[in-house]
């Protein structure tokens, strides 16, 4: 069980649930699933304000999709529009055959788990979850089994009488979570549901939430701003920024292949080499290197990690290497980030090992296969 | 030297704190004391205390009658003020509508304004319309005045509630309808049994109004108001002393629920708790 403990606090596994079943090393098989939600050039503006322009985006059946964005990027507002609370300027929302943007909230087969957990406060925690169950009318019977399992599901059954002023906010977290999922919804969004937690329990129920959507095998979408996080949990990461999406892709295809420099910029940390091709010979300041690459300006994405600190001596021919010097260290622990301060003032920064002593005068070598190709981000608010 | 001077000053405050209070409310303990003097009104120190004015009072069947006539119009009123205040206090918190602003300040103006001009024009109404007057009338006054008090509190509940509750309920398939009984009306529960006492005692002592209101049947501040012309009699400090207490108790009341639906009543509250209490 210990194997995929991370650095934060989960070590202590009687708290953490359902971690067993957590498949480990798990690309998720989503060429052959069919598209659940379907968002077709969905606008949105509140007055002159433009918060959403022209927006499409799919998720697919069964799909863990991470709306990722900072804090003004319409994250939220989009999420909200899926889930009926707002309503889009314009384009549509689908979802299988069904117009979607045109019920209101309580017919959509979408449920949400609120940013602040939004739990009544005057029903218990089982009243609470039964609320949409009561609602539509299901026999007592089936209300008191499928609150009984969805309770046991996010281990809450032990609260079940408290009332949610009693209990603690990754308690709340997981009532709500069980009142959505009650209900088996085709699709579950999710907004900021982690930011209100501390960092080690936040840790712990992103293993949690991911295991547990896993095994109900329903579509979220995943609100945050938390690149991290997004990581973390997603089958794919859609990037939005003010209002427009910047890349929807895989985490691993997003962040070894960045389409834009702000999201190699915003996913990980990242080197932005400004250059100029010219016949098959890239030029960025000191550094060349030769290209298949059209002539003209370029941008180039150089993650940390992908730089090399050499000793002198050594000889790699397919390398480019550049002479620095060392400005500043800040250790993470297993690695440091080192920035280097290059010949032809380029300043680099570099992951490497974590070393015992400080340095000064550094060989640094990458890739060129390493460089990545962005385009520039249009410039915006 | 200084923490001298602070004690001394404190003790001036306090003294001043007393004076105060014996201002505010020797009076009604003098009444309430009379109200057990054997010799009736004259004569202080009391020498025999004794309940036969309380006596009097419950064999005093036009008085009884006034408290009648004063329970059903101030419950009325009350579900009227109700019926109608809570519906413009979720106007004012949701809807946007032009002159929202204006309805806003003219909704608390029964409040601020006289009761004499609330009680004349509301006269020149039922003139005008030759209604006969009788306790119907004094209801829709009372109702009238009072629906301010329920249209601000309500309003200062709404202001207060988290609306992704509301969200959260359409969101588990509650309608609108639904969700506003299940969800809505629950978490203002508190503002509304504090606006529905209020009212009630606002209603139960209010004579500006009823004054000019009345028909033929008295409320109880009217019997009180009639009787005192032909002198004070012990009677009348006993009935007053009742209905000090029943107003006490729902003030007290009104002000725990108040307390205990939102921490402490923020000084916006108090200026119309003052503003109330200047209307009756």
Redesign the interface.
């Known amino acids: 069980m210990g194997h995929f403990v991370t650095a934060g606090g989960c070590s202590n596994s009687a708290k953490s649930m359902i971690t067993s079943e957590i498949p480990m090393a798990s690309a998720p098989e989503l060429k052959s699933r069919t598209t659940l939600l379907s968002v077709r050039k969905v606008a949105k503006q509140f007055g002159k304000n433009v918060v959403l322009k022209e927006i499409s985006l799919e998720v697919a059946e069964g799909e863990f999709l991470t709306i990722l964005g900072e804090s003004g990027s319409g994250k939220t507002t989009l999420l909200r529009i899926i889930a009926g609370f707002e309503k889009a300027s314009a384009g549509e929302v689908w979802m299988g055959e069904d117009r979607l943007d045109l019920q209101p909230p309580y017919r959509r087969r979408v449920n949400t788990v609120f940013q602040n957990y939004a739990l009544f406060p005057h029903l218990t925690v089982e009243q609470n979850v039964a609320y949409g169950l009561r609602v539509a009318k299901r026999p007592e019977s089936e209300i008191a089994s499928r609150i009984a399992e969805a309770l046991e599901k996010v281990k809450m059954s032990a609260h079940a009488k408290s009332k949610p002023s009693k209990i603690s906010g990754g308690q709340q977290q997981r009532v709500a979570l069980a009142r959505a999922l009650v209900n088996r919804p085709r699709l579950l969004l999710l907004d900021e549901p982690l930011s209100a937690l501390d960092a080690n329990l936040r840790r712990q129920m992103q293993v949690e939430l991911k295991a547990l959507q896993r095994e109900v095998g329903i579509s979220f979408i995943f609100v945050t701003h938390d690149q991290e996080e997004a990581m973390v949990m997603s089958d794919r990461i859609a990037l939005l920024r003010s209002g427009e999406l910047e890349q929807v892709a895989t985490p691993r295809e997003i962040y070894g292949r960045p389409a834009t420099a702000y999201a190699a910029q915003f996913i990980g940390h990242t080197n932005l080499l400004k250059g100029d091709v010219k016949s098959g010979v890239v030029c960025c300041g000191d550094l060349t290197w030769t290209s298949d690459r059209p002539d003209g300006p370029v941008l180039f994405s150089l993650r940390p990690e992908n730089i090399r600190l050499l000793s002198q001596t050594a000889s790699l021919p397919t390398l480019v290497r550049v002479q620095g010097k060392v400005v500043a260290q800040a250790f993470h622990g297993a690695t440091e980030l080192i920035r280097v301060q290059c010949a032809g003032g380029l300043v680099l920064v570099v992951r490497a090992p974590a070393s015992t002593s400080p340095l000064d005068e550094v060989l640094l070598a990458f890739s060129p296969i390493d460089a990545i190709p962005v385009t520039k981000s249009a410039e915006r608010i | 030297m200084s923490s001298t001077a602070r004690i001394s000053n404190s003790n001036w405050l306090f003294l001043h704190a007393v004076c105060v209070f014996a201002f505010l409310y020797l009076p009604i303990a003098v009444l309430i004391l009379y109200s057990f003097n054997r010799e009736g009104v004259g004569g202080f120190p009391p020498h025999h205390l004794t309940l036969d004015w309380y006596r009097t009072l419950f064999g005093d069947g036009p008085m009884w009658d006034s408290v009648l006539n004063s329970l059903q119009v101030a419950a009325v009123a009350m579900a009227i003020s109700l019926a109608l205040g809570i519906p413009a206090a979720l106007a004012l918190d949701r809807a946007q509508f032009p002159g929202k602003a204006l309805f806003r300040r003219l909704v608390l103006l029964p409040l601020i304004l006289p009761g004499i001009i609330t009680g004349l024009s509301l006269l020149m109404l039922f003139n005008l319309t030759n209604t006969k007057l009788s306790l119907a009338t004094i209801i829709l006054g009372h109702g009238t005045a009072l629906i301010s008090v329920a249209t601000t509190e309500v309003f200062a509940g709404l202001q207060k509630l ?1 609306r ?2 509301e ?9 609108y309808w ?1 969700t506003f009984w ?2 809505t009306v ?2 203002l ?1 508190l503002p509304i049994i504090g606006a529905a006492l209020l009212i009630f005692t606002l209603s139960m002592d209010e004579i500006a109004v009823s004054f000019f209101l009345i028909g033929r049947d008295n409320t109880l501040p009217l019997e009180i108001w009639g009787r005192l012309r032909r002198g004070i009699t012990p009677e009348i400090n006993a009935v007053s002393a009742i209905i000090f207490v029943f107003s006490l108790v729902a003030i007290v009341l009104w002000y725990r629920l108040r307390v205990r639906g939102e921490g402490q009543p923020d000084v916006g509250t108090e200026i119309t708790a003052a503003a109330e209490g200047q209307m009756v």
């Open positions: 988290d992704s509750q969200e959260a309920s359409l969101d588990l398939g509650a309608n639904q299940r969800i629950p978490n529960k």
